[in-house]
């Protein structure tokens, strides 16, 4: 059965008139992603964000309602929840029957774990995962034990702090693992970089449903399954521009969605590390948004490649999906956005149709 939720979005912006309503819809298509069958959205417009429940008792008072009414099994924030509101909420919230909250970072986190497939991959959402949850953990150990730690070295206060030490234990064993896996990777980069023919390496970045993979089974003559589901693309995969073949190879990597937090993306150090070291960065772009969405991703997204250390000079802007618009659609799109675009090379195509594939090839 498809999980019951309701999307709840804190809006503390009184002049974002639209921009929060490109946020909640990301968040709809995650959700639905993860098969959540979406009973509600709730929008609530604040100064400031309450200390406690993030939010006013009185929504805090409808949801706890909706909870009981309509049998919703999960309350999914946009906003990042800190570990003491996640718990207070949850406990507020389960008081008539049992409901889980998470926010989009718990939310991206289940996706992470549900699309990987290689020890990479499950080995950085595994520490991801336990990064977040554990002050989650200590607050209900806290809770849990309070009554006991008053005897010095309780049983409760034992079970804790056994519970705290295989924590650190385990988060110590997986980056020592990823520590090893990095410098396996960056010797091999190294290696491609020195060698008697030298490759050059074009990766493929942008948003999820931008047609990343399309584009790399176009210029590989590859045959990976194109999906619209984000994140189906968590290790980052390579192959030889069928072109090209001694000289360039393509790398499809990890993916992102609009207002992603850093610190995910950064979670994959090692498919970040191929984004940073290629000689260039393809940086896509699906077109089949309105004006305003495409400039506000494509602004967003420049910031979050700057964030996690992509060098700009060697990004290639890519606008993809030409067969979904019109000609006078890309005039009115590049001139919102002459001010950005100018230092960057870009060019339009459409991997699905074929169109201006040589035109992007010859940038590299």
């Known amino acids: 059965m498809k999980k019951r939720t309701v999307l709840f979005f804190l809006k503390t912006n009184v002049h974002d008139h639209w921009e929060f309503q490109l946020k909640l ?11 959540y069958e979406i009973v509600e959205k709730i929008v609530q417009q604040r100064m400031k964000m309450r200390s406690p429940y993030l939010i006013g008792q009185g929504k805090v008072d409808e949801l706890t309602e909706l909870v009981e009414t309509y049998d919703i099994d999960t309350i999914i924030f946009y906003n990042i ?6 718990y207070n909420l949850t406990t507020i919230l389960s008081s008539k029957r049992p409901c889980n909250v998470m926010d989009r970072y718990d939310l991206i986190l289940e996706i992470f774990e549900q699309q990987s497939s290689d020890i990479i991959s499950k080995l950085q959402i595994e520490l991801a995962q336990m990064l977040k949850n554990f002050p989650k953990y200590k607050i209900q150990a806290h809770k849990k034990y309070k009554t006991e730690h008053a005897q010095f070295r309780s049983s409760g206060e034992f079970a804790y702090h056994s519970k705290v030490r295989a924590h650190d234990k385990q988060v110590a064993k997986i980056r020592a693992e990823l520590e090893e896996l ?3 990777k960056l010797e091999q980069i190294a290696k491609r970089k020195r060698g008697e023919f030298p490759f050059k390496t074009i990766c493929i970045s942008g948003y999820y449903n931008a047609g990343k993979t399309t584009l790399f089974n176009k210029l590989t003559g590859a045959e990976r399954p194109v999906s619209d589901r984000p994140f189906t693309t968590l290790s980052s995969k390579y192959q030889h521009l069928k072109e090209r073949q001694t000289k360039i190879i393509l790398i499809d990597t990890i993916g992102f969605v609009y207002d992603i937090d850093p610190t995910l993306i950064k979670s994959f150090e090692l498919q970040i590390l191929d984004m940073k070291n290629a000689e260039n960065i393809l ?3 699906g077109l089949d948004d309105e004006i305003d969405v495409i400039r506000t991703k494509f602004l967003y997204g420049l910031d979050l490649l700057q964030d996690i250390g992509v060098d700009s000079s060697k990004i290639i802007v890519v606008f993809n999906k030409t067969d979904l618009i019109s000609k ?4 009115d799109l590049l001139k919102t956005l002459e001010d950005s675009i100018k230092e960057f090379p870009h060019i339009f195509i459409s991997a699905k149709s074929s169109e201006n594939m040589k035109g992007l090839i010859s940038l590299f």
Do not use: C, P
């Not at 006078?328 to 005039?331: N, R, S, T, Y």
């Open 81 to 86: 929840l800190t570990s003491k509101q996640n």
């Open 283 to 285: 940086y896509l772009i």
């Open 182 to 184: 990095k410098e396996r």
């Open 328 to 331: 006078q659609k890309m005039e």
């Open 25 to 35: 819809e990301e968040l709809k298509r995650l959700a639905v992603a993860m098969e």
